[in-house]
């Protein structure tokens, strides 16, 4: 059974601190990591991918990679309330189909 | 560009009923997905196509569960007879490259409810 854990949280920051979202992985085969954004009743949205071990960022978002420990992680500088949501870390499982296998999410409060 | 769009939005019905929902992906996504979400739980895989052929049904709970996609356009879920467990967000997913590849564009999601 291929899992993908994550802390539901929820996970309260206060704005402008850096918030840090893990996620931990079983299938040591898996060869690409996703964070998905979730917004309460919407639909969840792809907002970074990391393919290596190390470092990805994009604005205020970076992913870190550790396939060695199997975990991946999103930080989040100058959180703002606007980040406030459900996270997502979603694993590509090894095999033929590479379907991604989705944790259960980290609720995240940015409070003023 | 529109984007993933699934009916209905929410799903009330009593156990043993018949519920269909619908998903039209983006135009020219030959990959479509079909996820659940059991509160508390997270995003399960159902199924993929591409086009209209079933790749991977792996995740397909039981019989009760048909996927349809006629013409490689949109797509169908049927559960019938629904029972009280099958409650649940079911999230379509389209991209136009694989899942590996390539990011899932969600839709808003199904609520179904099983009384």
């Known amino acids: 059974q291929k899992e993908v854990e994550q802390n539901s949280g929820p996970l309260s920051v206060p704005e402008g601190a850096i918030a840090s979202l893990n996620c931990t992985y079983s299938d040591r085969g898996s060869q690409s990591f996703f964070w998905y954004r979730q917004y309460s009743g919407k639909s969840p949205e792809l907002i970074m991918f990391?393919?290596?071990?190390g470092d990805k960022e994009d604005g205020r978002f970076t992913a870190q990679l550790n396939k060695a420990s199997q975990y991946v992680s999103l930080l989040i500088r100058d959180s703002q309330p606007s980040d406030s949501a459900t996270y997502l870390c979603a694993v590509n499982s090894s095999g033929g189909s590479y379907i991604p296998t989705f944790g259960r999410g980290t609720s995240l409060i940015v409070h003023p | 560009e529109a984007g993933v769009t699934q009916f209905p939005s929410h799903s009330v019905i009593e156990k043993g009923q018949t519920v269909t929902l619908r998903c039209d992906p983006i135009?020219?996504?030959?990959?479509l997905y079909w996820y659940r979400r059991v509160m508390g739980k997270e995003i399960k895989f159902l199924l993929h196509f591409v086009k209209e052929s079933k790749q991977d049904e792996s995740g397909m709970p039981n019989n009760r569960f048909l996927a349809e996609r006629t013409g490689g356009t949109y797509s169908t879920l049927k559960v019938q007879p629904a029972e009280l467990e099958d409650s649940g967000v079911y999230f379509c997913?389209?991209?136009?490259?694989?899942?590996?590849?390539?990011?899932?564009?969600f839709g808003e999601g199904s609520r179904l409810t099983v009384l």
């Open positions: 135009s020219g996504h030959d990959n």
């Open positions: 990391i393919y290596s071990n």
């Open positions: 997913a389209s991209s136009r490259r694989l899942a590996f590849a390539g990011e899932l564009f």
